[in-house]
């Protein structure tokens, strides 16, 4: 495989069923799994010295769980640091809205498919996040009330007020879990425009990807609790 296309995982889980079946459906797919971690100290370590593109971490697990590793591995320190993916046996696991609040990229179930997964690691490789509009409508909703209390929630976005009424139109939408497909379809523009636009919106917030548009966008109240559904 070619050394641009190449694509390295961490794989963190206390299970070893789950890290051995991981790794088997990844590799069979062309991607290198670079390091295995049954805790939070070894996801982080092995990040460090391996610098993977992408990490799958699990929420739960012993010592330091994968919600304190996540924050370890993106404070900064790191000039790319990878992105995180949070496992989570439930769809509505109230760390995952924290998780991405400290900048995890998105959140799979433990039960994906061999397909979906290795199609998940390579979307969230690009820079998207794996957001579902459903699971993220009812984990977002739950959870954006009490985001100011859950370690490691996202401060309020000031520079909401420096984007444009569109921008913050294609915010909002975003918020709601649509794809880009469907941003363009709604606002009737290209999907190559609404690329556009997302790109502004993340450099003018400072934000890395989609899932911290989903928190900042409720944290700020510019989504509220329940008009996901409008």
């Known amino acids: 495989m070619d050394d641009e296309l190449a694509l390295h995982v961490v794989v963190a889980d206390d299970q070893a069923l789950v890290r051995t079946g991981f790794r088997l459906i990844l590799e069979s797919e062309g991607i290198e799994v670079v390091a295995e971690a049954e805790d939070g100290e070894q996801a982080v370590a092995a990040v460090r010295r391996t610098r993977p593109d992408v990490v799958l971490m699990d929420i739960r697990m012993p010592g330091l769980d994968g919600l304190e590793a996540t924050r370890r591995i993106l404070d900064g320190s790191a000039q790319e640091p990878p992105r995180v993916v949070m496992l989570t046996t439930f769809d509505l696991d109230q760390y995952v809205y924290a998780a991405l609040a400290?900048?995890?990229?998105?959140?799979?179930?433990?039960?994906?498919?061999?397909?979906?997964?290795?199609?998940?690691?390579?979307?969230?490789?690009?820079?998207?996040?794996?957001?579902?509009?459903?699971?993220?409508?009812?984990?977002?909703?739950?959870?954006?009330?009490?985001?100011?209390?859950?370690?490691?929630?996202?401060?309020?976005?000031?520079?909401?007020?420096?984007?444009?009424?569109?921008?913050?139109?294609?915010?909002?939408?975003?918020?709601?879990?649509?794809?880009?497909?469907?941003?363009?379809?709604?606002?009737?523009?290209?999907?190559?425009?609404?690329?556009t636009h997302v790109a502004r919106i993340l450099g003018k917030l400072g934000l890395r990807d989609r899932a911290q548009v989903v928190v900042a966008a409720y944290e700020t109240g510019l989504v509220s609790v329940g008009s996901a559904h409008s």
């Open 102 to 195: 400290a900048g995890a990229s998105g959140f799979l179930l433990k039960d994906v498919t061999p397909e979906h997964l290795a199609a998940a690691v390579r979307l969230v490789r690009t820079g998207d996040a794996l957001l579902a509009p459903a699971i993220t409508r009812r984990l977002v909703e739950r959870f954006a009330r009490t985001g100011g209390d859950t370690p490691g929630a996202a401060a309020p976005h000031r520079e909401l007020a420096t984007l444009t009424r569109r921008e913050l139109e294609v915010t909002a939408l975003l918020a709601r879990g649509l794809s880009n497909a469907e941003l363009a379809a709604r606002l009737g523009l290209s999907e190559a425009t609404v690329k």
